[in-house]
């Protein structure tokens, strides 16, 4: 179990008659845990999210909940993940009830008056972000105004029934990308009028990175082009991570 300084625990032990006498016994094994932003399970208690936006901590303590406070110094899209972490050698002498897979609910919700409380009018308007997937990532993403406070709550969820894990996560709340590779390209019939290039990978194989950006109504669509030297038969792939909100889609016309 995990405890906090400062409080005090009752432990009751019972079941049918028994004339064997029972022994219970503790034994320490972790001082603390690795979080260094414990206390903020509270969003009054909650710490402000660092000017790089990433957080790293824990779900050390039975229900966990971590709270953080973010300002943002311009308005923007943000992106929010939670991803679980590489297991580090240094934590594999714990006990495996303690190093259980874990994974998270994330919340956004506006601070409106400002007063680092979470009102019940403020929290009936909560986003709530839910893609989590196998490997332990959630992510999502908000609209953040320049002068506005919100909270970042991270609910933890643990795969034991003791419900705590030192397996440590990384959190990261940061704008996105919103420069447009083809900004400049209008579109007609299938014809974009400034088509990005290609580049070449190998021998046989051309390749290209960009972002399909945010807070445009319909989604973003970025062109290429490719001139084939001779008749060929090629293969297409589209990949992407698990950044921020996935509906893609890759098309080809000649």
């Known amino acids: 179990a995990g405890l906090k300084a ?12 028994n004339f064997d006498p029972y022994k219970i016994t503790s034994k320490l094994e972790a001082k603390s845990t690795h979080d260094q932003y414990e206390d903020n399970d509270k969003p009054e208690d909650a710490k402000n999210l660092p000017a790089s936006g990433v957080v790293e901590g824990d779900f050390g303590l039975a229900n966990d909940v971590d709270t953080f406070y973010l300002a943002p110094n311009k308005t923007a899209i943000y992106s929010a993940k939670f991803e679980r972490q590489k297991m580090p050698n240094s934590l594999k002498e714990f006990p495996n009830e303690l190093l259980q897979p874990i994974y998270a609910f994330i919340q956004i919700t506006e601070d409106t008056n400002g007063n680092h409380k979470l009102d019940p009018e403020e929290s009936e308007k909560t986003i709530l972000f839910m893609n989590i997937i196998e490997s332990g990532v959630n992510y999502g993403s908000f609209k953040a105004e320049k002068e506005k406070k919100y909270f970042i709550t991270i609910l933890g969820l643990v795969d034991s029934s003791s419900g705590i894990s030192l ?3 990384k959190f990261t709340a940061s704008p996105v990308s919103q420069k447009d590779e083809d900004a400049g390209s209008k579109v007609k019939k299938n014809t974009p009028s400034k088509p990005l290039n290609l580049k070449k990978a190998k021998a046989k194989s051309y390749s290209a ?16 082009v490719f001139k084939a030297g001779k008749k060929e038969t090629a293969d297409r792939m589209y990949g992407h991570g698990d950044g921020v909100d996935r509906h893609t889609a890759c098309r080809s016309y000649l």
């Open 6 to 17: 400062g409080k005090t625990y009752y432990l009751a032990a019972g079941g049918t008659t």
């Open 167 to 169: 397996w440590p996560y």
């Open 209 to 224: 990175k960009g972002y399909l950006n945010a807070g445009i109504g319909e989604g973003d669509e970025d062109w290429y």
